[in-house]
């Protein structure tokens, strides 16, 4: 199986947006298609729902092996993992 990790990447822009995009890295080989797909069409799904109101903007997803991603890229972003879930997430 394909290890994966999400992160999320911010900047603000000088009219005060933030723009964000989505890293999703394969550590392992290249993410299946399919997968790619799904996580791209959801993002851009959020990205639709998005207005200029709220000051937040959203870049297409970035997919791809670690190999692929810079330093920067990596360091610039973070790791997306159960501490954005919520007290009420369950796990089980």
Known sequence: MTGVEFRLSTSKLPDGTYVCRLLVIARRGELPESISENLTTWWLGLAQKQTSENGVA???????????????EYLSSVLLDDRFLGEDYDVA
């Not at 959203?58 to 920067?72: G, P, Q, V, W, Y």
């Open 58 to 72: 959203l870049l297409d997803c970035m997919i791809a092996t670690s190999d692929e991603f810079t330093m920067n």
